[in-house]
């Protein structure tokens, strides 16, 4: 008997790079790679040309870590909101929902991770020097520390948030209406509101 019958080696190699895409399991991979066969050379290029030029042309804030196409984002570039609290987050993508559900207003930093000894991801891994120097040149009213629950996002509040008392920061944390270990990418607007609204100032200590 012969080889079992299987898809072409190219249409593996094609079902092999979506599976590596987040969230992306082997039948939704194959049926992605299915759909851009069926469709012909169109929908492949159009996809093609969009990852190229998101590729080339999107890039991180400088202030905030944000994307962009530009030198800073809108927020960034916004003088409305110079000079006001300054939210932190884990992620860039972090910053999207709280600007969605309309309940921040002033300014963004992203972390770009939070602290987690066991996978080497240490202070100077992170966007955390350049948190400090926003600080200490536009004077915010406020640093809000936007961070998830679960045991590295409490690690990384309380170095922050030693720093920031050092540096003459006022420092508040989100209240903790997000469930425990959650983030917020998927947090509904009304608890990213909820929290935002309760949320409590860390008073220095030592």
């Given at each position: 008997?012969?080889?079992?019958?299987?898809?072409?080696?190219?249409?593996?190699?094609?079902?092999?790079?979506?599976?590596?895409?987040?969230?992306?399991?082997?039948?939704?991979?194959?049926?992605?790679?299915?759909w851009l066969v069926r469709n012909g050379n169109e929908s492949a290029e159009a996809l093609a040309a969009a990852?190229?030029?998101?590729?080339?042309?999107?890039?991180?804030?400088?202030?905030?870590?944000?994307?962009?196409?530009?030198?800073?984002?809108?927020?960034?570039?916004?003088?409305?909101?110079?000079?006001?609290?300054?939210?932190?987050?884990?992620?860039?993508?972090?910053?999207?929902?709280?600007?969605?559900?309309?309940?921040?207003?002033?300014?963004?930093?992203?972390?770009?991770?939070?602290?987690?000894?066991?996978?080497?991801v240490g202070p100077e891994q992170l966007r955390i020097e350049t948190l400090m120097e926003r600080v200490r040149?536009?004077?915010?009213?406020?640093?809000?520390?936007?961070?998830?629950?679960d045991v590295e996002g409490e690690a990384t509040a309380g170095y922050l948030t030693k720093l920031l008392h050092?540096?003459?920061?006022?420092?508040?944390?989100?209240?903790?209406?997000?469930?425990?270990?959650?983030?917020?990418?998927?947090?509904?607007?009304?608890?990213?509101?909820?929290?935002?609204?309760?949320?409590?100032?860390?008073?220095?200590?030592?």
């Amino acid at each position: 008997m012969g080889e079992p019958l299987d898809y072409p080696e190219a249409m593996l190699a094609l079902i092999g790079a979506l599976r590596k895409l987040p969230g992306i399991g082997p039948r939704s991979a194959e049926r992605m790679a299915l759909w851009l066969v069926r469709n012909g050379n169109e929908s492949a290029e159009a996809l093609a040309a969009a990852l190229q030029l998101a590729r080339t042309e999107v890039q991180a804030c400088e202030s905030c870590g944000f994307f962009t196409t530009e030198t800073l984002c809108a927020v960034c570039q916004d003088p409305v909101r110079q000079g006001q609290p300054i939210c932190v987050v884990e992620q860039a993508s972090d910053i999207l929902p709280l600007e969605r559900a309309g309940v921040f207003r002033g300014t963004y930093h992203s972390l770009g991770g939070k602290l987690s000894p066991l996978d080497r991801v240490g202070p100077e891994q992170l966007r955390i020097e350049t948190l400090m120097e926003r600080v200490r040149t536009s004077e915010p009213g406020e640093v809000i520390l936007a961070l998830s629950g679960d045991v590295e996002g409490e690690a990384t509040a309380g170095y922050l948030t030693k720093l920031l008392h050092e540096a003459g920061a006022s420092v508040s944390r989100i209240a903790q209406g997000m469930p425990a270990g959650s983030s917020l990418e998927s947090t509904d607007p009304v608890t990213l509101a909820r929290a935002m609204e309760f949320r409590t100032r860390l008073e220095r200590t030592g």
